[in-house]
C-alpha cells in the first residue's frame, strides 16, 4: 500500500531526475541566439538571415559541434521594432543563456542592443555593411566598413568606367546608417571638387511606398547638364516600390544610374528586373561569383533551403552578401571557441584576433588583430535581367577595413568609440 509520504518523496525523486536531466541537457548543448527581424519592413531582409545561420549551426553540428557539444540556436523575432531588439537581446543573454549572439541587420537596432551586450560582457556577432564610426569590444562586425563599400562604390560612379558622374542624388531611408554614410560621402565629395549645387540628398521613412515624386526630382536634378548618378542607402522592403517606380518612369541606368548598398539578390527577388539592367550594387560578395568555394555554399543553401521548404528559396535559392558574413561570422566564432577551449566572451574575443575563413567571396577573410572588422573583397555588380548580378569592377584582393573616416568627429571621445589613430 502506497502511502501518503512515500507517494510525496516518489513525485520529489521524479522531479529532481527531470531537473537534472534538463541541467545535462543544458551542459550538453551551447546555446547561440539568432536576433533577426522575421516580421515588419525588415524581414524582407533579415528572414533569410536567420535561415543560413541555422543551416551554418547545422553545418558545424554535423561535424562534431564545439568543444564536443552540439550547438542549440535560440531563435527570437524584434520585428522590425528597434527598442524590441535590446528586450529580446537581453533575453537571450540572461534568460536563454547565450554564449554569442549573431543578428540584426540595420544601425538603429544593433545601436539598440549594444548597451545591452556591453553591460553583460555578451558578444554579438553584426553581418552587416554599415556607416562605421563605431567600434565595441563585445561586437565583431563582419559586413562592410565604409572603405569597403560606399567610397569604392561613389569613385567608381566617377570614374570612366563608372560613368563619370559630375552629379550625385544621395537617397536613403531615415536612420543612422543612411544620415552618416552620406555625411562621409558628402566629405568625400567635396573633397574631390564635388560643388554643394551638385548633391542632392533626400530620405524617406521605413516601408515608404511611394517614390513617383521623389524619382520626378531625380529626373529633374539630372536634366541639367551633369552626368547624375544615385546612391542608394533605401533599406527593407521600401526597395520594391523604389525599383518599380524607376522603371515605370523609365530612368535606365544608361540614363541615370544607381548604386545600392543595401540591396542584393534577395531584395530584388519580387521585382521584374528588366527595366533595372545595368544599375549597380556594391558589396562583398555576390552569388554570380565563380569560384569552388562559392559553388559549395550555394549548393548547400540550395540543399537546405529546399530540405527546409523555406519559401521562395525552396523553388529559387538565391545567396547574398550578407548571408555570406553571418556564414563567416558564425564559423570564425566556432573557431575561435575550439581554440580559446571556452565560450567565456574575454578569452573568445582574444582567439578570434586573426582568425581567417576561406570565404564563399574568392578570398580568405581574416579577422583584424585590432579593430574587430573582416578584411573583404569589393565588388561591383551590374544588375542582370534574371536578377543576379554580372561583377564589372573589384579589388585585387581583401580590402583592410578602416571603420573610422577623417571627417566625423562627433564621437570622438565617447565610451566604447576610441579615436581614430
Not at 533569410?48 to 551554418?56: G, I, N, S, Y
Not at 521584374?272 to 555576390?286: M, R, S
Not at 574575443?349 to 582568425?355: H, K, S
Not at 576610441?418 to 589613430?421: N, Q
Given at each position: 500500500m502506497t502511502t501518503r509520504r512515500s507517494f510525496s518523496i516518489t513525485l520529489t525523486a521524479v522531479a529532481l531526475a527531470a531537473l537534472g536531466a534538463t541541467a545535462?541537457?543544458?551542459?550538453?548543448?551551447?546555446?547561440?541566439?539568432?536576433?533577426?527581424?522575421l516580421?515588419?519592413?525588415?524581414?524582407?531582409?533579415?528572414?533569410?538571415?536567420?535561415?543560413?545561420?541555422?543551416?551554418?549551426?547545422?553545418?558545424?553540428?554535423?561535424?562534431?559541434?564545439?568543444?564536443?557539444?552540439?550547438?542549440?540556436?535560440?531563435?527570437?523575432?524584434?520585428?522590425?521594432?528597434?527598442?524590441l531588439f535590446a528586450e529580446k537581446a537581453r533575453q537571450l543573454i540572461t534568460k536563454d543563456k547565450a554564449a554569442v549572439v549573431f543578428g540584426c541587420w540595420t544601425s538603429v537596432s544593433r545601436k539598440s542592443v549594444l548597451p545591452v551586450f556591453e553591460e553583460t560582457n555578451s558578444l554579438l556577432f553584426y553581418p552587416v555593411q554599415y556607416e562605421g564610426e563605431e567600434l565595441s569590444k563585445n561586437v565583431f562586425y563582419t559586413g562592410a566598413a565604409p572603405n569597403q563599400q560606399a567610397i569604392p562604390a561613389v569613385?567608381?560612379?566617377?570614374?570612366?568606367?563608372?560613368?563619370?558622374?559630375?552629379?550625385?542624388?544621395?537617397?536613403?531611408?531615415?536612420?543612422?546608417?543612411?544620415r552618416t554614410t552620406n555625411k562621409i560621402l558628402r566629405a568625400f565629395l567635396k573633397s574631390k571638387g564635388v560643388a554643394e549645387a551638385d548633391i542632392m540628398e533626400e530620405y524617406t521613412p521605413f516601408g515608404h511606398s511611394d517614390y513617383q515624386s521623389?524619382?520626378?526630382?531625380?529626373?529633374?536634378?539630372?536634366?541639367?547638364?551633369?552626368?547624375?548618378?544615385?546612391?542608394?542607402?533605401?533599406?527593407?522592403?521600401?526597395?520594391v516600390p523604389f525599383y518599380k517606380e524607376l522603371g515605370n518612369q523609365g530612368l535606365k541606368a544608361t540614363d541615370v544610374p544607381v548604386v545600392a548598398f543595401s540591396v542584393g539578390e534577395e531584395e530584388l527577388?519580387?521585382?521584374?528586373?528588366?527595366?533595372?539592367?545595368?544599375?549597380?550594387?556594391?558589396?562583398?560578395?555576390?552569388?554570380?561569383?565563380?569560384n569552388p568555394t562559392n559553388d559549395a555554399f550555394i549548393k548547400a543553401w540550395s540543399d537546405y533551403a529546399k530540405a527546409k521548404n523555406i519559401p521562395g528559396h525552396k523553388d529559387k535559392p538565391l545567396t547574398n552578401d550578407p548571408m555570406e558574413a553571418t556564414y563567416i561570422g558564425i564559423h570564425m566564432w566556432a573557431q575561435a571557441v575550439n581554440k580559446a577551449k571556452s565560450t567565456d566572451t574575454d578569452k573568445?574575443?582574444?582567439?578570434?584576433?586573426?582568425?581567417t575563413f576561406k570565404a564563399p567571396g574568392g578570398f580568405t577573410s581574416t579577422m583584424d588583430k585590432e579593430n574587430h572588422h573582416l578584411h573583404k573583397p569589393v565588388f561591383i555588380g551590374e544588375v542582370k535581367a534574371d536578377g543576379q548580378f554580372n561583377v564589372v569592377w573589384k579589388t585585387p584582393g581583401p580590402v583592410v577595413a578602416d571603420p573610422w573616416s577623417d571627417y566625423i568627429a562627433e564621437n570622438k571621445g565617447k565610451k566604447n568609440v576610441?579615436?581614430?589613430?
Open positions: 545535462a541537457h543544458a551542459q550538453e548543448t551551447i546555446k547561440v541566439g539568432v536576433l533577426h527581424s516580421s515588419g519592413t525588415m524581414a524582407i531582409s533579415e528572414t533569410v538571415l536567420k535561415d543560413v545561420a541555422l543551416m551554418t549551426i547545422d553545418e558545424i553540428n554535423a561535424k562534431g559541434g564545439v568543444l564536443g557539444k552540439k550547438l542549440e540556436p535560440v531563435v527570437v523575432d524584434p520585428a522590425s521594432n528597434w527598442p569613385e567608381y560612379l566617377m570614374s570612366k568606367d563608372g560613368g563619370s558622374a559630375k552629379r550625385f542624388v544621395l537617397l536613403g531611408t531615415d536612420y543612422v546608417y543612411p521623389i524619382i520626378a526630382k531625380i529626373k529633374k536634378f539630372s536634366s541639367e547638364g551633369k552626368k547624375t548618378a544615385v546612391v542608394s542607402t533605401i533599406n527593407g522592403d521600401s526597395n527577388r519580387g521585382v521584374d528586373t528588366k527595366p533595372l539592367v545595368g544599375h549597380l550594387a556594391a558589396w562583398n560578395y555576390f552569388m554570380s561569383v565563380k573568445v574575443i582574444a582567439a578570434m584576433a586573426g582568425q576610441p579615436e581614430k589613430k
